[in-house]
C-alpha cells in the first residue's frame, strides 16, 4: 500500500519528462532542473529501499524547487504550485490515498498534462 500510495504516477516517467520543462522554463532553469532530476532519481532510490519517509522528503523538495523554477514564469502560478504541493505532501504523511489522488489530479490539470497510456 505505501508504495501504491507514494506513487500515483510513476517517478520515472516524470525524470524522463523534465527536458520538456526545459523547453517551456528556458536555459535559466537549466540547472534547476537538474537539482529536481537529482531529488526524484534519490526519492526512486528510497522507494527501492523501502525507505518512505526519505521518498517523500525528496519528493517534497523536489515539488519545492519545481515551485521555484515557475517563477521564472508566473510568479502567481508559482504561489499556487507550492500550496498544492503543500497539500500533497501533507496528503502522502497522512496516508490519504484519495487526498493524494485528488491532488495529483488537480497538479495534473493546471499543468496541462496527460497520462499518457501504455
Known sequence: ??????YPEALETLVSRLPELELVLGPRAKGGLGAVRLLLQEAIAARADG???RA?????KAMDRLAQLADLLDP???LLMRALAGQFRQALLRGDSSAVKRTTELMREKSGTTIRKR
Open 1 to 6: 500500500m505505501a508504495h501504491e500510495l507514494l
Open 56 to 60: 517523500i522528503q525528496c519528493i517534497g
Open 76 to 78: 502567481q502560478e508559482a
Open 51 to 53: 525507505d518512505v519517509p
